[in-house]
Nanobody, 122 residues
Framework: QVQLVESGGGLVQTGGSLRLSCVAS????????MGWFRQAPGKERDFVAA????????NYADSVKGRFTISRDNAKNTVYLQMNSLKPEDTAVYYC???????????????WGQGTQVTVSS
């Protein structure tokens, strides 16, 4: 069992930056691929970024490439999402998730956090 808790969301102006964190409980964090997803009001939850269990491979949605960076610190059981050059369309609830393989398919992720709100004002 893995429990995930996100933090770092908030209100920021267009062009600003935020860093999201997701802390995992349990000793098996380093064996899981981790992903970030987001859900805007009235829309489906979408893939944002993912990272392999050892950090060796990352993957990004086209909409965030060059602006967002996913990273992890297995010693701290934490995955991060650095978000730069934020746009109003980035406004959403952001979720972290743990799964057995790096993938954009949210159905492959087993554990989910409760989410953190990110609001980008224009």
């Amino acid at each position: 069992q893995v429990q995930l808790v996100e933090s770092g969301g908030g209100l920021v102006q267009t062009g600003g930056s935020l860093r999201l964190s997701c802390v995992a409980s349990g000793r098996s964090f380093s064996t899981y691929a981790m992903g970030w997803f987001r859900q805007a009001p009235g829309k489906e939850r979408d893939f944002v970024a993912a990272i392999r269990y050892n950090g060796g491979i990352t993957n990004y949605a086209d909409s965030v490439k060059g602006r967002f960076t996913i990273s992890r610190d297995n010693a701290k059981n934490t995955v991060y999402l650095q978000m730069n050059s934020l746009k109003p369309e980035d406004t959403a609830v952001y979720y972290c998730a743990a799964g057995r393989m790096i993938t954009m398919d949210q159905n492959q992720y087993v554990y989910w956090g409760q989410g953190t709100q990110v609001t980008v004002s224009s």
